[in-house]
């Protein structure tokens, strides 16, 4: 990696400040090109941010003539940088035609525009980050809620890194003690018997478990679930989704029919993202848009996390309640301004063990209930663990699931025949399934899979 690379390091669009990034053993000198001000960059120690102006093209070095702009550059030396390259930052003013020159200029000096993901990608290739830390990176960027920050934070900290290489050292050990058996196994002494790794064995599955088990509560924190609002028309789930979002998403209107398509909006319940789906009303209808209106609340239903059955307080004595049993569901009885007792008991009665939670969507109560209901469902099977932080990538998981899998064949041979080579070969696979997690084992396409995950200029 001799050579220099520059990306945008902000968002694109007008805005304030834009900085532009660039990293690589030419990285001041470029900049130092295109800068003008009493010192020079190239004189600057590390960590230093200096004031000045940028000349955007080959004439601008006379007085009055050119193009400039006024700009602070930061200057970060080699190795005490994010890609422990020479890295300089200049902010300049925001724009996209601004960016874009003071980038061009990069370029004609002799930079590379970067590609996706290369800044960190030469962090975790110069050994700043190993690859959890830099998918963490990644994750800490894409954070919708402040639980979503809290499980970046901890991988980026090296908090998974050092839980896993704790575990290869343990394993490695024991790795150790059986191959010496295997070596000196003509002369009987008594070293490497696989059997007495067997408690060693159980307690490293064990962890492998807990660690398992956290990703089902860190998939939910980033990724979020999905709640789908259904119904018969007129019910008030449009009204319900506005009152949940705080927000007029929905139409609504004493007209029944008017959602006929899919109406989307997210809310954060309690740190839990939550995108729900308000649907058309399920009834039967000589309407072919209506039709597939209902056909889309049905799919949407299937593909949530929870659904939430609407019901009319106030109306007529209740439909079927049949459409969600077996479900994750939630019975919303609406309009409890307006409600009748008798369907009221109608509703209660009918609904078996399934929640129900009664609201006004028109005056908003009960939502604030109903809310921490939905959060209880989607948490209920995804619980937050005792100690440590939780798994958020299915890649982590299925690498542990692995790691847990080869172990437990290889306690297996352990407590039956105990053949020494068959236990070494095992583990060894479950040092490289655990060594995939952190980068040590993880194949060249994988990894350049993950980093192409990320934006140019990060």
């Known amino acids: ?88 930052e200049i902010n300049c003013h925001g724009g996209i035609r601004l960016a874009d020159e003071v980038i061009r200029a990069c370029v004609s000096l002799g930079a590379r525009r970067a590609e996706r993901g290369e800044f960190t990608e030469r962090a975790f290739l110069n050994g700043r980050l190993d690859l959890a830390q830099a998918e963490a990176v990644l994750d800490l960027v894409k954070a919708r809620t402040k639980d979503a920050l809290s499980a970046a934070y901890y991988e980026l900290n090296g908090g998974l890194s050092a839980r896993i290489n704790a575990l290869r050292d343990r ?19 008594g070293v490497g018997d696989p059997r007495a ?21 860190g998939r939910l924190i980033a990724e979020g679930a999905s709640v789908a609002i259904i119904g018969p028309p007129n019910v008030g789930k449009s009204s319900l989704l506005n009152a949940i979002l705080g927000e007029d998403r929905a139409i609504v209107s004493h007209i029944p029919g008017t959602t006929r398509d899919l109406v989307e909006g997210e809310a954060d319940l309690d740190s839990v993202r939550v995108r729900f789906v308000d649907t058309a009303g399920l009834r039967e209808t000589g309407d072919a848009v209506e039709r597939e209106g209902t056909k889309r609340a049905g799919r949407a239903a299937s593909a949530a996390d929870v659904v939430l059955l609407v019901c009319d307080g106030s109306g007529e004595i209740p439909w079927d309640l049949t459409p969600v049993s077996g479900r994750n ?9 307006k409600a009748r007792n008798e369907v009221l008991a109608a509703l209660c009665a009918s609904a078996g063990g399934t929640p129900v939670f009664r609201v006004s969507a028109l005056s908003g109560e009960g939502v604030d209930t109903l809310c921490r209901g939905i959060r209880d469902a989607l948490c209920a099977d995804a619980p937050e663990p005792k100690t440590g932080g939780v798994i958020i990538r299915a890649r982590h998981a299925d690498a542990l699931s692995a790691a847990g899998s080869h172990l437990e064949r290889a306690l297996d041979e ?20 655990l060594g995939s997690i952190t980068g040590e084992t ?17």
């Open 171 to 189: 394993l490695t050990a024991s790795l150790a003690r059986i191959e010496t058996g295997l070596e000196f196994d003509e002369e009987d002494l």
């Open 1 to 88: 990696m001799t050579d220099t690379i520059v990306a945008l390091a902000t968002p694109s669009g007008e805005g304030g400040i834009a900085i532009v990034r660039l990293s690589g053993t030419r990285a001041i000198s470029i900049a130092d090109s295109l800068f003008r001000a009493p010192r020079r960059l190239a004189d600057a120690p590390t960590h230093t941010l200096l004031y000045g102006r940028l000349a955007l093209n080959d004439s601008a070095a006379s007085p009055g003539s050119g193009v400039f702009d006024e700009v602070l550059v930061s200057v970060m030396r080699a190795p005490r940088s994010y890609t422990r390259e020479d890295v300089v």
């Open 442 to 458: 993880t194949p060249e396409d994988i990894i350049r899979s993950i980093f192409s995950e990320f934006c140019v200029g990060k």
């Open 414 to 433: 352990a407590t039956g025949q105990a053949r020494s080579e068959l236990v070494a070969a095992d583990i060894r696979l479950a040092l490289d399934a």
């Open 197 to 217: 790794e067997s408690a060693a064995f159980r307690e490293i599955l064990s962890e492998i478990s807990a660690l398992v088990g956290t990703y089902a509560r």
């Open 329 to 337: 569901a939630i019975i919303v009885i609406n309009k409890m301004d």
